[in-house]
């Protein structure tokens, strides 16, 4: 819904919930957490200090329901899903997408691939 003039002013103009979400081990749809979840949320959090990003909240989120694909996160109010598998994949976020508003392709989750068509191409169907 998009916002009125009368809304009061944001607090912050992004917000990145990153999946920190833990199943059983051995759980046939994995989870975030057991692929690095927490250190890649706390190294973004770290690392966009650094970057002097303002008005900008990284949060942790439960399950985001794309857990074959994590971990994974997405940034509002673009509604913009990522898979970042590494320091380096989180570093190119913040700097393309948060800092220049750009998008880094390679790493984004088309509203298409469910978690269904994810295992279904990993099993090479």
């Not at 975030?32 to 959090?45: P, S």
């Not at 990522?82 to 509203?111: F, I, Q, W």
């Not at 691939?113 to 169907?125: E, F, N």
């Amino acid at each position: 819904m998009p916002s009125r003039p009368d809304d009061p002013g944001l607090y912050f103009e992004t917000h990145v919930f990153v999946c920190v979400n833990e199943r059983p081990e051995g759980h046939p749809r994995g989870c975030c957490k057991a692929k690095g979840a927490e250190a890649l949320r706390d190294y973004m959090k770290s690392k966009s200090k650094g970057l002097g990003l303002s008005k900008l909240r990284i949060n942790q989120a439960g399950c985001l329901d794309r857990c074959e694909l994590g971990p994974t996160m997405v940034i509002y109010p673009e509604g913009i899903w990522y898979s970042v598998k590494t320091e380096a994949d989180v570093d190119e976020v913040l700097e393309t997408h948060l800092k220049n508003g750009g998008r880094v392709e390679r790493l984004m989750l088309p509203p298409e691939l469910t978690p269904a068509k994810a295992a279904k191409l990993k099993a090479g169907g």
